[in-house]
């Protein structure tokens, strides 16, 4: 039926160009292309890089890695063509040498419907210097070998790929007269077209496009035996050598054997008996990700064309029959249009997915969305309702959502009572279906925007970045580089109330330089004024005597609801009028500065109400700006949903030296930290199985808690400390987290100092056996006294926690101790997280190579 881009047509070569340079050879790659065109007057000239184009298939391929949309109609026409003078355009900046896609309107009869050519213009002298491209010799005699860079040629690859070539070329015999062409002095017709088949060639020829091109699999073979550190080939087992695994059969070599296991890779790491077969799929994600072992053993430009070999072969590519979207496979014409849409699947594998057209979202069958892609494809048929396996009894254009699609409709103050069915369109207009008005705009809000960050749920990748925290900001990077995929680690964080975790949060955006939006900015500026007032409020309602009717009706209202921000907002809504000269009369009073000056005394007044009411008057200007410390101390945080999200990366530290592991400044590895309030976690934590992506969990506990009680709803009182060890007895039981890696952060330990000086650790009853032994030893740190009594009481905490940790799990805790005020505390416990996810990569890797049948990564891929 369609064919994309069929064929491979040497077009033409020439000896000498317009500059009687001997050297310079043009050289034409024509495909045929059906389709209307981009524009019809004006040949459009679309960059592609030549050096990935040794097939037609692959050429096919590269216009759709490279994102370039094309239009498909039928019929496939050939037609016969005089040619233009191509190859006059300017050179292509970005590929050097290489190549160009025209597009361009057929000169006469209606039955051409459009020809796609990419011309090769090659200039030997140039590329010969420019690594990894691929030419054609200009050679009379030789005009079909194919040459390669020069440490391509070392691996013999110019002569397989010539072999290839040659087949294509021969293949193509009577369509393209390529020898008529070398030698010619003038430039010459850079594409030439064939006569128009008859309509019964045609049709025969179509049908044979109309089924996908299928490639044999070829079964996993389990080689090894389960013997560690086996090269297939030698059969010399040594576990520490690094070993190269065939991307089809999953066969392990050693550097000594796999050039003579892989031959040239002219489709990248693959068997010599494996090349032809499809990849393993478990292995998509490392194609074209070069191993240390092969970098170490080629020279880059090698290793680069083999990788780039590796991706953009045909046979590597994905089966479209594979991949089913709304339970109906695709051909290839679909999956061109999946892959060649403005914003295609990222990390397409095969696999059942959903699709709405309406929206564009697009997900794993039975899972929440993952991406918003394109809307409006013509693919797969009309969406199930339990498409993704969604129990919230919403519905988005006829989908039942999940829960983290609820939260993000919650958060964008959308009412979900009573069953309804939304309708969005794909830049996120919403409306109640059978209503007939928009009421609003998703992606502008954005409170939506931190909670898809946090909950990972898509955006569309042309929303603006808020503050650093949208997952997707990358999309455009990673669309370019095709399937080099980000790694993002996930980070948790989740405590008790008052455990520190938003200082943590904010603290962590300080350290790893996570701009703070203008909302944020100004929302935390409301905040720390609100604050303000409330200290102010608190230190009224300590003071005996009041100057003015005013205050004393201050203090009435106070006294109502006390405490309560809403009731402050009546009395001073923050930042819309200025109240500095109020709080300044206040200050000069007498009667006030001595209830300052007891303000320890008052229980109410939060130990960093100080550090703002020593400067109250500066703080409740009209133009005062938050300095970083101020957001740092500011009580709260402005999030919806008690969510926050940040993406960051670990910034090198000077005493990394060389012992630092490869991917230390990878930026494909970054890290995203959530912060999630417990409240918002719902009833046994059953909100939880939102976060089922996350790869740490860091619960964080307040060391000070175990003296402090909290009144529950019903009036019960608890201890602070009981209540944080029963939420996290639910976080770390979730079946949601089974399989989770869990630090645990014993935060505020300045404050732990000051306290077990004055209150036993023993007043909560999970500690009640505390008792630090005074020994008559002096301890190894510190010559002459015992570990200070809050060291000694960190450990006993940690411990606790410890085993409460392995009785539930089984497994073993991380414990990281911490001051939320001190950044330092709060980066060294960040890396001990990133370390704790790599060790299990590690060792996930090994067990995975060598003792699983599963999958067999290559053993030191990087990027
Ligand atoms: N001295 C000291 N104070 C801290 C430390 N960590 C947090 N705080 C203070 O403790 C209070 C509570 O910290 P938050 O970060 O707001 O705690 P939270 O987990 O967000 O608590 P919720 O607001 O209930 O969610 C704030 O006033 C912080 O300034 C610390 O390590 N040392
Ligand atoms: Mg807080």
Redesign the pocket.
Known sequence: MVSVLRSILPGSSSKTDDHGDDYNVEYSFAMEYTGPLVNDDIPQVIPIDVRKIPTAAMAARAVILNNLSLPIIQPIVKSDHSGKKLSEESNLGKFGSSGRVYSRKPENGSDREGVLEIVHELDRAKSSTSSGTLGFSNSQNDSNHFWGSEDVEDLNISKLESEELSSEISSCEGRVDVGNHVGQGNRIPAVTFCDLPSSDATSEESDDQEEPEIFPQKPRAFPNDGRKGLCNKCQKINRFSDKEFCIVCGAKYCSKCLIRAMGSMPEGRKCITCIGYRIDESKRASLGKCSRMLKRMLTNDTAKQIMSNERSCEVNQLSPHLICVNDKPLCLEELVILQSCKNPPKKLRPGNYWYDKVSGFWGKEGQKPSQIISAQLALGSQIREDASNGDTKVYINNREITKPELWMLKAAGIHCEGEPHFWVTADGSYQLEGMNYVMGKLWEKTTVRIVCAALSLPLPSDTSNPGGEDVDKDTDKSNSKNLEQKTMNKFLLV?F????????FKQAKILYDVPFSEDEKQNIKCMIQRNLYRYICILLEGHEHFETEYLIELRRQHADEPGTSGNLDAIFPAATREYSHQVEELWKDKAFQATYKRRNELPML???ANYFLDRAVEISRMDYEPCQMDIL?A???TSSNGIASMEFSFPKLPQDGYMEPLDQNDPLISYQLIRV?SSSLGENCKWLEMFEDVDLVIY?VSLTDYDEYYEDINGVCTNKMMASKKLFENIVTHPTFADKHFLLIL?????LEEKIEQVPLAQCEWFHDFKPVISGHPHKNNSNNNPPLAQRAFHYIAVKFKRLFDSLTGQKLFVSR????EADTIDTALRYGREILKWDNEIHTISMNEFSSESIEPSTTSA
Do not use: A
């Open positions: 405590g109330d008052q455990s520190g975790t938003s200082t943590i939060p130990r960093v101390y009580e709260g945080i309030h964080s935060n505020k330990f300045d404050l911490v001051t939320g005020l």
